[in-house]
Nanobody
Framework: QVQPVESGGGLVQAGGSLRLSCVASRSINSINEMGWYRQYPGKQRELVAT???????NYADSVKGRFTISRDNAKNTVFLQMNSLKPEDTAVYYC??????????WGQGTQVTVSS
């Protein structure tokens, strides 16, 4: 079983920055995509950003130009640099690792709170 482990969440003022990190609990191969999602209370989880093994990225419109996703393939690690944070970015952020285009593994989530 693969367990993504997130870190880097916390409390920040509007306009500030945070960097989230996610690493797989063990060395694995055949990762085709890694990504970040977020969930508001009472809402479904939504995509924030994803990155494929060849470096192709995809962002939600709401974070384009403010967030940057990157990955270290050798270390099975994905990062989310979040700049110009807004109160509406407050949510629980989840890391997802996908293997063989089929199997998805979710982290336990990390809280990001942006105060106004």
């Amino acid at each position: 079983q693969v367990q993504p482990v997130e870190s880097g969440g916390g409390l920040v003022q509007a306009g500030g920055s945070l960097r989230l990190s996610c690493v797989a609990s063990r060395s694995i191969n055949s990762i085709n995509e890694m990504g970040w999602y977020r969930q508001y209370p009472g809402k479904q989880r939504e995509l924030v950003a994803t990155i494929t093994s060849d470096g192709s990225t995809n962002y939600a419109d709401s974070v384009k130009g403010r967030f940057t996703i990157s990955r270290d393939n050798a270390k099975n690690t994905v990062f989310l640099q979040m700049n110009s944070l807004k109160p509406e970015d407050t949510a629980v952020y989840y890391c997802k690792i996908q293997r063989y285009y089929i199997y998805s593994y979710w982290g336990q989530g990390t809280q990001v709170t942006v105060s106004s």
